[in-house]
C-alpha cells in the first residue's frame, strides 16, 4: 500500500487519495502498536532470565534489587501496551474510528443542574486532554447564575467516538448543594449525547429545500465583536425518517468564531455528523432485528451515578463497574469505565445485579 502512494498517478483523484490514506494510516498504527507490543515482550523475557542469573537462584520474596525493579517497570509497560491493543481491538464499529461530537444539556433543576453540566465539561476536556485529542467548545449557553445550560464539545482524533459512545446518557450527580443554604443533599441530571464527526471521505446527502439558516449575535466573551455582529449561525434541517416518513427538525448553533462563513461550514459538517449517526443507528436498529436483540437501555437513560455524600461513589449502571475515586474521575479518568462497555460490547445493556446508589 505504501508502494502505491508513491505513483505519478496517485493524487489524479483527492479524493479516491485521501480514503486511501486514511485506511493505509489505520493499518500502520495496528501494525506499530504490535510491533511495539511485541518488542516490549521480547525485552521482558530478556529482563526475567538477567533478573533469575543476578538472584542466584533465590526465591525469597523479600529479594530486591535494581533488576527485579526495572522486570516490574517493563512489565507494567508492555501489560499497559498489550491491553490498549485489546482495547482498540473492541473499536471495530461503524465509525468508531472517526472523531466525535459530544454535547451536553443540563437537566431539571436550574443552578444545580447547570453548574453540573459545567462539571461534566471539564470532565470530558480533560479527557481529551490526557488522551491526545484535540478539543473545541463550537457551542455554549451560559446558564443564568452559574454553569451552562447546554455545551457542544469537537474531538478531533482517531477513535475519539469510539471511546466517547460510552458516555450516551443520563448522568446523575448526588451532594450537598452549594447552590443551597439548608446544606440540603441533591440529586441532579444532565443528558450527554455523543456522535461520529464525518470527514470529507465520507458521502452525506443534505437536501438543500429542507434547510434554513438564521443568523444572531453571540454572547458571553470574546470581545467587542461577539455582541455587535451576527457571527453566531442557527441551522435548522427538516429531518425525515426514511422508513416512516416521520419528520423531526434538527438544530444547530455555532458560535466558536468571530467568522460567520466559518460557522456556517462548521454547523453544516455538524448537520452532516448528526445524520451520519442517524444512519448508522437506522442499520444497527434493523442488524438488532434480525438477530432478535432487543437492548434495554437506550439514549435518553441513566447510566452513571456520581455520589459526593454521604460517601464517594461512581458507579456504572451498565458494567457495575464502581470506584471510590470521585476526584480521578470528575478529572477525566474514564478509561476505565469505557473500556469495561467496550468489553461488554458495547451494547448498553444494564448489568445484573447491580444495586441503585440513593
Same mark, same amino acid.
Given at each position: 500500500?505504501?508502494?502505491? %502512494? *508513491? +505513483?505519478? /498517478?496517485?493524487?489524479?483523484?483527492?479524493?479516491?487519495?485521501?480514503?486511501?490514506?486514511?485506511?493505509? @494510516? !489505520?493499518? &500502520?498504527?495496528?501494525?506499530?502498536?504490535?510491533?511495539?507490543?511485541?518488542?516490549?515482550?521480547?525485552?521482558?523475557?530478556?529482563?526475567?532470565?538477567?533478573?533469575?542469573?543476578?538472584?542466584?537462584?533465590?526465591?525469597?520474596?523479600?529479594?530486591?534489587?535494581?533488576?527485579?525493579?526495572?522486570?516490574?517497570?517493563?512489565?507494567?509497560?508492555?501489560?499497559?501496551?498489550?491491553?490498549?491493543?485489546?482495547?482498540?481491538?473492541?473499536?471495530?464499529?461503524?465509525?468508531?474510528?472517526?472523531?466525535?461530537?459530544?454535547?451536553?444539556?443540563?437537566?431539571?433543576?436550574? %443552578? *444545580? +443542574?447547570? /453548574?453540573?453540566?459545567?462539571?461534566?465539561?471539564?470532565?470530558?476536556?480533560?479527557?481529551?486532554?490526557? @488522551? !491526545?485529542? &484535540?478539543?473545541?467548545?463550537?457551542?455554549?449557553?451560559?446558564?443564568?447564575?452559574?454553569?451552562?445550560?447546554?455545551?457542544?464539545?469537537?474531538?478531533?482524533?482517531?477513535?475519539?467516538?469510539?471511546?466517547?459512545?460510552?458516555?450516551?446518557?443520563?448522568?446523575?450527580?448526588?451532594?450537598?448543594?452549594?447552590?443551597?443554604?439548608?446544606?440540603?443533599?441533591?440529586?441532579?441530571?444532565?443528558?450527554?449525547?455523543?456522535?461520529?464527526?464525518?470527514?470529507?471521505?465520507?458521502?452525506?446527502?443534505?437536501?438543500?429545500?429542507?434547510?434554513?439558516?438564521?443568523?444572531?449575535?453571540?454572547?458571553?466573551?470574546?470581545?467587542?465583536?461577539?455582541?455587535?455582529?451576527?457571527?453566531?449561525?442557527?441551522?435548522?434541517?427538516?429531518?425525515?425518517?426514511?422508513?416512516?416518513?416521520?419528520?423531526?427538525?434538527?438544530?444547530?448553533?455555532?458560535?466558536?468564531?468571530?467568522?460567520?462563513?466559518?460557522?456556517?461550514?462548521?454547523?453544516?459538517?455538524?448537520?452532516?455528523?448528526?445524520?451520519?449517526?442517524?444512519?448508522?443507528?437506522?442499520?444497527?436498529?434493523?442488524?438488532?432485528?434480525?438477530?432478535?436483540?432487543?437492548?434495554?437501555?437506550?439514549?435518553?437513560?441513566?447510566?452513571?451515578?456520581?455520589?459526593?455524600?454521604?460517601?464517594?461513589?461512581?458507579?456504572?449502571?451498565?458494567?457495575?463497574?464502581?470506584?471510590?475515586?470521585?476526584?480521578?474521575?470528575?478529572?477525566?479518568?474514564?478509561?476505565?469505565?469505557?473500556?469495561?462497555?467496550?468489553?461488554?460490547?458495547?451494547?448498553?445493556?444494564?448489568?445484573?445485579?447491580?444495586?441503585?446508589?440513593?
Amino acid at each position: 500500500m505504501q508502494k502505491k %502512494t *508513491e +505513483a505519478p /498517478d496517485f493524487w489524479n483523484d483527492p479524493k479516491a487519495a485521501e480514503a486511501f490514506l486514511k485506511n493505509l @494510516n !489505520g493499518i &500502520k498504527s495496528w501494525v506499530s502498536g504490535f510491533d511495539k507490543a511485541f518488542s516490549e515482550t521480547e525485552d521482558l523475557e530478556v529482563l526475567y532470565d538477567f533478573a533469575k542469573e543476578s538472584l542466584g537462584g533465590q526465591t525469597d520474596e523479600t529479594v530486591s534489587t535494581e533488576e527485579t525493579r526495572e522486570l516490574e517497570t517493563e512489565y507494567g509497560r508492555a501489560l499497559d501496551d498489550i491491553e490498549a491493543l485489546e482495547m482498540r481491538n473492541m473499536l471495530g464499529g461503524e465509525g468508531d474510528s472517526l472523531g466525535a461530537i459530544l454535547t451536553i444539556n443540563s437537566g431539571a433543576g436550574g %443552578t *444545580e +443542574a447547570n /453548574d453540573w453540566s459545567a462539571m461534566l465539561m471539564r470532565m470530558y476536556l480533560r479527557w481529551g486532554e490526557r @488522551n !491526545g485529542y &484535540k478539543t473545541t467548545i463550537t457551542d455554549q449557553q451560559e446558564g443564568d447564575e452559574a454553569g451552562i445550560k447546554s455545551v457542544t464539545i469537537e474531538f478531533e482524533g482517531d477513535y475519539a467516538y469510539g471511546y466517547l459512545k460510552a458516555e450516551n446518557g443520563v448522568h446523575r450527580l448526588v451532594r450537598i448543594s452549594p447552590f443551597n443554604a439548608q446544606g440540603k443533599r441533591q440529586t441532579t441530571f444532565s443528558s450527554v449525547f455523543v456522535y461520529p464527526l464525518v470527514d470529507d471521505t465520507i458521502e452525506v446527502n443534505v437536501d438543500p429545500s429542507r434547510l434554513s439558516w438564521d443568523t444572531f449575535r453571540a454572547g458571553g466573551h470574546g470581545g467587542q465583536n461577539v455582541n455587535k455582529v451576527e457571527s453566531g449561525v442557527r441551522l435548522r434541517y427538516l429531518y425525515q425518517d426514511p422508513d416512516t416518513g416521520k419528520e423531526e427538525e434538527i438544530l444547530i448553533e455555532n458560535t466558536e468564531t468571530r467568522d460567520q462563513p466559518k460557522n456556517r461550514a462548521k454547523a453544516l459538517l455538524l448537520l452532516k455528523s448528526r445524520l451520519y449517526d442517524l444512519a448508522m443507528k437506522k442499520r444497527q436498529e434493523e442488524r438488532d432485528r434480525l438477530e432478535g436483540q432487543k437492548k434495554r437501555i437506550e439514549w435518553g437513560s441513566q447510566i452513571r451515578s456520581y455520589v459526593l455524600h454521604p460517601y464517594k461513589m461512581v458507579a456504572d449502571l451498565r458494567t457495575g463497574l464502581k470506584t471510590a475515586d470521585t476526584q480521578g474521575v470528575l478529572d477525566g479518568d474514564l478509561n476505565e469505565f469505557m473500556k469495561r462497555f467496550l468489553m461488554q460490547g458495547g451494547s448498553g445493556a444494564i448489568a445484573e445485579p447491580i444495586e441503585d446508589i440513593d
